[in-house]
C-alpha cells in the first residue's frame, strides 16, 4: 500500500496564512465595528441647519451603533474645507461626513480648486434629509405672495429688488438664480455669511426679500412679527408651515428645489463598516422619533442609500451645473 503525501511550499503556505489572516480580520472588523466613538463631520457652522440635522441624525445613530458620535464642525469655502477632510480621513468606519447639496454636486463647478472629488472620494450611506428654501420678506413689506414679487421684479428696472442668500454659489443663492430664470426677472443677489447675517438685514431693510433654507428661518417666520413667508420651494405645502404656498402653486408650475443632506464616508472604508453604517442609517431615519424630530425642524427623512443616492447626485449635477454655467456664476 502506497501513501501520497503533500509537501506545502513556503510560497504556498504564505498565501494560505495570508488569506487565513485577511478572513479573520474581515470577520472580526464586521463583528466588532464600532469600537469606539465615530466623528461624524458637519462641514457648516454649529446652529444652522446641516448642523441641526446632523446633531438630530447623530443621536439617534449612537443609540443604533452602541458608540458616540462626536459632531466635530469644520467650516469653511462652502462646505469644502470640511468634506476636504473628510476625504483625508483614514478609511476605517470611525470618521464619517454629513455632505449637502452644495458640497456633492454645486462646488465643484464654481470652485477652481476642489480639495477633493464628489464622485470619487467617497462612499455614500445614505440621504439623511431634505428640506426645501423659504421666500421671505420683511412683514411691513407691500409684496404679499410671489405673485407680487415678480410683478414688482419687472416693474423695478432701475433699482432691481434685492435678496439675501447664506453666500456666493450656496444652493440657496442658486435658488434665487433659478427663481429668476423661471420667473424671466432680475434681482440683486446679496451674499452673507449665514442667517445670522441676512436676518437682520432683512428685518433692517437693507434687503428686499430673503431667502434660506426654511430650518433656519422657521421661528422667525412662524412668529411673523418681523418675517413674512411668501413661498417655499419644494413641491408640497411644508407641514410647519401649512398657510405658505409652494412657489409651484404661486404661479410656477414645476418648480421644484430642495437642499438636501447626506451621510458619506471616505473611499476605500471596509465593507463591514459600511453595511453595519448603512444599516444603521436605514433604522433610525424609519424611526418614528427621528422622523419627529426632524419633521420638527422642516426636514423630511431621507430615503435613498447607497447607488440609488448616487443616481440621485447624479441629476442633481446636471441640473446645477447648467445653471451655474449658464449665469456665468463664480464662487469669490
Known amino acids: 500500500m502506497t501513501s501520497t503525501s503533500h509537501t506545502v511550499t513556503p510560497i504556498r503556505s504564505l498565501t494560505l496564512a495570508t488569506l487565513a489572516a485577511c478572513c479573520v480580520a474581515s470577520v472580526a472588523h464586521a463583528a466588532g465595528y464600532p469600537e469606539h466613538p465615530v466623528t ?180 422667525q417666520v412662524k412668529d411673523g412679527k418681523n418675517v413674512r413667508g411668501i413661498a417655499v420651494t419644494g413641491a408640497q405645502r411644508d407641514p410647519s408651515v401649512p398657510d405658505i404656498p409652494t412657489v409651484a402653486e404661486s404661479g410656477l408650475p414645476g418648480f421644484d428645489v430642495n437642499a438636501w443632506f447626506a451621510l458619506y464616508a471616505p473611499a476605500g472604508t471596509p465593507a463591514g463598516a459600511m453595511e453595519t453604517l448603512t444599516t444603521a442609517a436605514k433604522k433610525v431615519l424609519a424611526s418614528d422619533d ?6 420638527q425642524t422642516s426636514t423630511q427623512p431621507g430615503t435613498l442609500f447607497g447607488n440609488d443616492l448616487v443616481a440621485f447626485e447624479k441629476k442633481e449635477r446636471e441640473r446645477w451645473s447648467k445653471l451655474i454655467t449658464d449665469k456665468h456664476i463664480q464662487s469669490k
Open 40 to 219: 461624524l463631520i458637519v462641514p457648516f457652522p454649529p446652529a444652522g441647519t446641516t448642523d441641526l440635522i446632523a446633531r438630530h441624525v447623530a443621536q439617534a445613530l449612537e443609540k443604533e451603533l452602541g458608540q458616540a458620535i462626536v459632531v466635530e464642525n469644520r467650516a469653511g469655502a462652502g462646505g469644502n474645507v470640511g468634506m476636504g477632510a473628510l476625504a483625508r480621513a483614514k478609511a476605517d468606519g470611525y470618521t464619517i461626513g454629513l455632505g449637502t447639496v452644495g458640497t456633492q454636486t454645486i462646488n465643484q463647478f464654481l470652485y477652481k480648486d476642489m480639495p477633493f472629488d464628489p464622485q470619487k472620494d467617497f462612499l455614500p450611506i445614505a440621504l439623511a434629509g431634505t428640506t426645501p428654501n423659504v421666500i421671505a420678506v420683511n412683514a411691513k413689506s407691500d409684496i404679499k405672495s410671489l405673485k407680487d414679487l415678480i410683478a414688482k421684479a419687472k416693474a423695478a428696472k432701475d433699482k432691481p429688488l434685492s435678496y439675501a442668500s447664506p453666500g456666493v454659489g450656496s444652493s440657496v443663492h442658486l435658488t434665487g438664480a433659478y427663481l429668476e430664470d423661471a420667473a424671466g426677472i432680475t434681482m440683486l443677489h446679496v451674499p452673507f455669511k449665514g442667517v445670522s447675517g441676512s436676518m437682520p438685514a432683512l428685518i433692517g431693510g437693507q434687503v428686499d426679500i430673503l431667502m434660506d433654507n426654511l430650518p433656519s428661518t422657521l421661528s
Open 290 to 295: 427621528l422622523k419627529q424630530k426632524l419633521q
